[in-house]
């Protein structure tokens, strides 16, 4: 009776993580302070299992998401930006992502949201 109560808990933690996995696929965007001033972003994320795939798009064109994961909330990956790899760290809340990057020049923390028709113009 325990190993079937355990059994099922451990199914119940599984599916509740792939619904939040899941629940991370679509279009984001936020602004990334920078000193030349912000720097709009917007990321397309598509999550398989605990699989992260994806781009990300700036006025300076569009980069893959390389090495994405995802562990519960926190989803995890890089970007290379002229021979710079970035590597970011991201916490999922609802319907907005708190990110922290890391690079060369030091870390930065920023938020992205999901896009909706409401909020995309359409």
């Known amino acids: 009776m325990l190993r079937r109560s355990l059994s099922c808990v451990a199914c119940l933690l599984f599916a509740a ?25 917007t990321f397309e994320f598509k999550a398989e299992g605990d699989v992260l795939t994806g781009t990300v798009e700036s006025v300076m064109g569009v980069a893959p998401l390389k090495n994405g994961k995802i562990s519960g909330t926190v989803l995890t990956f890089d970007v290379e930006v002229e021979a710079m790899v970035i590597s970011h760290e991201a916490t999922v809340d609802g319907d907005q992502i708190r990110i922290t990057a890391r690079g060369d020049w030091g870390e930065t923390v920023y938020v992205v949201k999901r896009v909706t028709a409401s909020t995309s113009g359409a």
């Open 17 to 41: 993580a792939t619904v939040l996995a899941s629940d991370v696929n679509g279009r984001w965007q936020g602004a990334v302070p920078t000193p030349d001033g912000d720097l709009m972003l």
